[in-house]
């Protein structure tokens, strides 16, 4: 089987959803947010209790960490040959990348710097917004070249002299993760010295009790949505898009595969996934997306789309 790029032509959406479950036992842990703790809220059917498993902020940043191999600071054996920026500190030891940096390209660590390569490189190709709309299809044409997961997750350049801070390009793929008629699994513990059990626990002291609160779910569902018409407005051509496509396949197939341990408490595993639209799509295994994907970065690399060298190197300096 391999990727049916044909079959998404008249789709403005491709929307997925899986079927997500604990690996062990019943209980999991949803994210916190500050000041708020566990998101939860009621249903559109005003009685259903429902809880924010994981943000779409946080899945974002979860599909990008599955496409990096920490140990040889490269991307994942299909995604080699990808363009992106790496930084390293002045004694040449790799710090970060765009991958996987906040923020991605506008990271401080790229755009802050003394270093000024990326930011000239934008300035010079991005230079003619600097009055009236920004034209979209050179921002995503010139993000492309040089670090090419941007198109897909998004990018806001807020530096005033790259046309005035509104360099802006909506996320293209995005998730979320929900569950659904949830109940509270209350529990708790207790830090423990044994050598000094009364102590000041404001500095670190003594025994301190705690309460926890986790969750169970009879229903848990990871939600992808892939803007195919965001996509294609783009103007990137046909080798752009169909590796956009593979790409976001690539990285929602390895998530689900390999990334769902979210927290200490919370270690899922994908029991279904499947398409809701549009019908008739069928999602490639892993392995298959994983063969073509050397091939689709070669084509879009043919079709002039990428830098030359691919990975651009930044020296962060204060």
């Not at 079927?19 to 009621?42: H, N, V």
């Not at 990008?64 to 140990?71: G, I």
């Not at 390895?254 to 994908?270: I, N, P, Y």
Request: glycine content about 8%; hydrophobic content about 40%; some cysteine.
């Amino acid at each position: 089987m391999s990727i049916d790029f044909k079959a998404l032509k008249d789709s403005q959406r491709l929307l997925m959803e899986a079927d997500l479950a604990p690996i062990q036992g019943t209980r999991f842990q949803p994210t916190g947010f500050p000041d708020l703790g566990a998101a939860e809220y009621t249903g559109p059917d005003g009685t259903t209790r429902m809880l924010l498993v994981e943000s779409a902020q946080s899945v974002a940043n979860r599909l990008e960490a599955v496409c990096w191999d920490e140990p040889s600071d490269d991307w994942a054996e299909p995604l080699k040959g990808l363009p992106l920026v790496k930084v390293t500190d002045e004694n040449g030891e790799p710090l970060i990348n765009s991958v996987l940096a906040a923020h991605r390209l506008n990271s401080p660590y790229i755009l802050e710097g003394k270093d000024k390569t990326v930011f000239n490189m934008l300035k010079e190709e991005l230079a003619h917004m600097e009055d009236g709309r920004v034209d979209i299809r050179k921002l995503a044409a010139t993000l492309m070249k040089i670090d090419t997961n941007a198109v897909l997750h998004g990018v806001f350049l807020a530096k005033k002299d790259l046309a005035g801070g509104r360099l802006r390009l909506p996320r293209a793929l995005s998730g979320f993760i929900e569950a659904e008629d949830v109940k509270v699994a209350a529990s708790g513990g207790v830090k423990l010295d044994s050598v000094n059990p009364s102590g000041d626990s404001s500095k670190g002291f003594g025994n301190v009790p705690y309460a926890r609160d986790e969750f169970v779910a009879p229903k848990i569902t990871a939600y992808f949505n892939l803007d195919l018409a965001q996509i294609r407005a783009f103007g990137l051509g046909e080798a752009a898009e169909n590796l956009l496509i593979g790409l976001s396949l690539f990285k929602i197939r390895r998530f689900l595969d390999q990334g769902l341990r979210l927290r200490t408490a919370c270690d899922l595993e994908c029991r279904d996934l499947r398409v809701t639209r549009p019908d008739g799509f069928e999602i490639p295994e892993s392995k298959t997306i994983e063969d073509a994907m050397p091939g689709l970065i070669e084509s879009a690399a043919s079709a002039g789309l990428f830098n030359d060298p691919r990975v651009t190197t930044v020296t962060y300096r204060k």
